[in-house]
């Protein structure tokens, strides 16, 4: 199975703050990627596909980075509608695996 | 507009069985893989499983921890999928998604509590 280190697991942020979330795959996986959005009670949502495709949709503001088994989540001047748990997911084999997430706070 | 409705959680006691429905709309059902997902109280997302679409044989692949003992199916006449899960544990316990593809649309979930 392919491992996926996601780094931080919590962050704590202001407003306007640009915010990083890195994701190691134990082996190359190309850029079978995605990065995704978790609010509480709501439905995850795609931000990313293919390591640094936006979703139809989604704020330019939200960008990736990487491929191989390193890669990059960016989100340029933070938003409150932003504060979520984030994570990485790679689809380069079965099992699908995610990373641990990322749970941003605001300060 | 695309949706995707999970149905059919609740409690239910281990060692017994259940089935989910993911009833959807707005998309061409058959041309698309569906897949399974699962978040339990305070931890991560989790694969659960897949089917592939008409096209691909309708094949399907599953999380070790489910194999053998969930189900994966598919009606495109009604763009239904859906997951059967027998001989259910506590630690099945979790919200259950579905999506569109191998994860790019979801519902909004569904809780499924394995508790005596």
């Known amino acids: 199975d392919i491992q996926m280190t996601q780094s931080p697991s919590s962050l704590s942020t202001s407003v306007g703050d640009r915010v990083t979330i890195t994701c190691q795959a134990s082996?190359?996986?190309?850029?079978?990627l995605n990065w995704f959005q978790h609010k509480p009670g709501k439905a995850p949502k795609l931000l990313i596909y293919?390591?640094?495709s936006l979703e139809t949709g989604v704020p330019s503001r939200f960008s990736g980075s990487g491929s191989g088994t390193e890669f990059t989540f960016t989100i340029n001047s933070l938003q409150p509608e932003d504060i979520a748990t984030y994570y990485c997911q790679q689809y380069a084999n079965v099992p699908l695996t995610f990373g641990g997430g990322t749970k941003l706070e605001i300060k | 507009e695309v949706q995707l409705v999970e149905s059919g959680g609740g409690v239910v006691q281990p060692g017994r069985s259940l089935r989910l429905s993911c009833t959807t709309s707005g998309f061409t059902f058959g041309d698309f893989v569906m897949s399974w997902f699962r978040q339990a109280p305070g931890k991560g997302l989790e694969w659960v499983g897949f089917?592939?679409?008409?096209?691909?044989?309708?094949?399907?692949d599953y999380a070790a921890p489910v194999k053998g003992r969930f189900t994966i199916s598919r009606d495109d006449s009604k763009s239904i999928a859906y997951l059967e899960m027998n001989n259910l544990k506590t630690e099945d316990t979790a919200v259950y998604y579905c999506t569109r593809g191998y994860s790019s649309i979801w519902g909004q979930g569904i809780l499924v509590a394995v508790s005596s």
């Open positions: 082996q190359d996986i190309s850029s079978y």
């Open positions: 089917i592939r679409n008409k096209a691909k044989g309708e094949t399907t």
């Open positions: 293919d390591a640094t």
